[in-house]
C-alpha cells in the first residue's frame, strides 16, 4: 500500500477530528476495489459543521501538497464526496449516513483502526 495513502488518512482524520467530527471510520477498500485505498466516513451534527470539516481536511491535504481530483455536495453539505485519489473522503450529517450507510455498503473492506495508519 503506497505511503502516501496512509499519510493522506492520517492528515484527514486529523482535520476532522480538530472539527469535532462523528464517528470517523476508515475503511481499506484497496482489496475489493480500484477505486481507491482508502474509504474516510464520518458525520456533522449540522451543515455548518459538515462544511468545516471538508474545508479543513481539503486545507489541511493542500498544505502537504494534495489536491483532490473533485468535490461534490459541498453546497448542500448532507453528503460530501472529496476524492484525492487513493483516499476519498465522506462528511455527512447525521441523517444521511444513517440513509446511504456506506459501512454496510463496503462491509467487504477492511476497518482501519487509525493508529495503525
Known sequence: MAQTAKEMARLVIEA??????NDIRVISIEKISTLAD?????SGSNRNQVQAMADNAEEA???AGYHPKQIEGY?????ILMDYG???V???????????DLERIWRDGEVVEKDSL
Open 75 to 79: 453546497q448542500s453539505a448532507n453528503w
Open 16 to 21: 476532522l477530528e480538530d472539527k469535532k467530527a
Open 38 to 42: 482508502y474509504f474516510i466516513i464520518a
Open 90 to 100: 465522506h462528511i455527512f450529517d447525521e441523517e444521511n449516513r444513517l440513509f446511504y
Open 86 to 88: 487513493d483516499v476519498v
Open 61 to 63: 491535504l493542500g498544505k
